[in-house]
């Protein structure tokens, strides 16, 4: 039996903080997912993007005592977790790496096996998409991967990152209008559309 | 016309995902100090609490508490405040201060080996430990002498109760 199954997660949060190891393995359960993608499509590397997904959590423990909860719902502040050590990668990586180092190593990249294929693909399609989204502000980047690609409303994403609601919207409508100028000059589309999202 | 094509989300690998899970859940449970409890010490601990169970606790209104005194614990089986449940006390040598430094695991082991159970407000007479019981969900509150009370409940029960929530390291 889950003892924890439907339990909310700032609940969760509090007895994890209450050295609760089951309570913050169940968060782990529910939000590695989001957490993981969202690095993936930051980065553009999956084996970048478990070790980030690793780190988040465990800066996110580190955090604890800074950190109050105001939502039910702690994926957006797990993604602006994500969003501060994808800034600055290799230090963040340095300072979590006695955990990170008692996980499994990053997925053999010489395997030549169906799934590694298909990993290789997915990682050449993102770094096209980055190529045309480094353009931006990191800012704009980062507003654009929570509400365009993690799918949070503009009132989560404000929680992640810790601005106003107007000032998210402002943003992702100036980072959606330099990346549509951007592909219309490259010829690659005028069209409104910018994104393909599979769920 | 084209648009930029985002890759399908992905699961992390499970091996990766299991050892993660299991990494974060020790760095969790080992971070700072933790009381130390057997299954012998629940014992000693159980006969001293029973004892002085009797005393009851008070309950009071107040902004904040933290918990001051780690003498001793309460493990509430009803989400009330009374005489139900059991008074822990840190099992240590004659004469030693040893103190309960973490009252929310120290009560799971007791809901886990059986000696409370939902909806019972005194102490089952456990005669064979070997059965793992569910752990309901539970709560830590400071109760008005310091120490830290253990409900059955979530995290409106101690505002139910008139109690606050210690801050943080709840099993202080």
Redesign the interface.
């Known amino acids: ?1 889950d ?1 924890y199954e439907g ?1 909310p997660d ?2 969760l949060w ?12 169940k968060l ?2 529910r939000h ?2 989001a957490v ?2 969202h690095c ?2 930051r980065t553009g590397k ?1 084996s970048d993007a ?1 070790e980030l ?2 780190a988040v ?2 800066e996110a ?1 580190r955090l ?2 800074r950190t109050k909860l105001d939502s039910d719902d702690i994926l957006p502040w797990l993604l602006a977790v994500a969003n501060n050590l994808i800034r600055n990668q290799s230090r963040s990586l340095a300072r979590h790496q006695k ?1 990170l180092m ?3 190593a990053p ?1 053999d990249v010489a395997d030549f096996g169906d799934e590694a294929a298909r ?1 290789l ?3 050449r ?2 770094a ?2 980055l190529a ?1 989204v480094s353009s931006l502000r990191v800012e704009e980047q980062e507003v654009l991967s929570l509400c365009d ?1 993690a799918e949070l409303d503009y009132a989560q994403a404000a929680t992640a990152l810790g601005i106003p609601v107007g000032t998210v919207r402002s943003r992702l409508s100036r980072a959606r209008a330099h ?1 549509r100028q951007r ?1 219309t000059t490259d010829n ?2 005028s ?1 409104v ?7 | 016309m084209e648009t930029l094509n985002i890759p399908a989300a992905e699961d992390l690998r499970p091996t990766f995902a299991t050892a993660t899970r299991r990494e974060l859940e020790s760095l969790v449970g080992r971070s700072g100090p933790r009381f130390r409890w057997s299954r012998r010490s629940a014992v000693v601990g159980l006969g001293i609490g029973i004892a002085v169970a009797g005393g009851g606790v008070a309950a009071a209104h107040l902004a904040f508490q933290p918990i001051t005194d780690h003498a001793s614990a309460h493990c509430f089986s009803l989400d009330a405040l009374g005489t139900n449940g059991t008074t822990v006390v840190a099992a240590g040598a004659p004469g030693s201060h040893a103190l309960v430094t973490n009252a929310l695991a120290t009560c799971s082991m007791l809901w886990r080996d059986g000696f409370l159970e939902v909806g019972v407000p005194h102490v089952i007479n456990v005669s064979s430990n070997t059965t793992v019981h569910t752990v309901p969900l539970l709560v830590v509150c400071t109760l008005s002498d310091g120490t830290a009370g253990v409900f059955p409940g979530d995290s409106r029960t101690c505002a139910t109760l008139g109690l606050e929530r210690p801050e943080v390291t709840p099993g202080g």
């Open positions: 039996m003892t339990v700032h609940e509090h007895r994890a903080a209450g050295r609760d190891g089951a309570a913050f393995g782990f359960e590695s997912r993981y993608n993936f499509r999956w478990e997904t690793a959590f465990a423990w604890r005592r955990f008692k996980l499994p997925a990993r693909d997915s990682e399609q993102m096209e998409v045309v690609w990346l592909l690659r589309s069209q559309v910018l994104w393909r999202v599979p769920l």
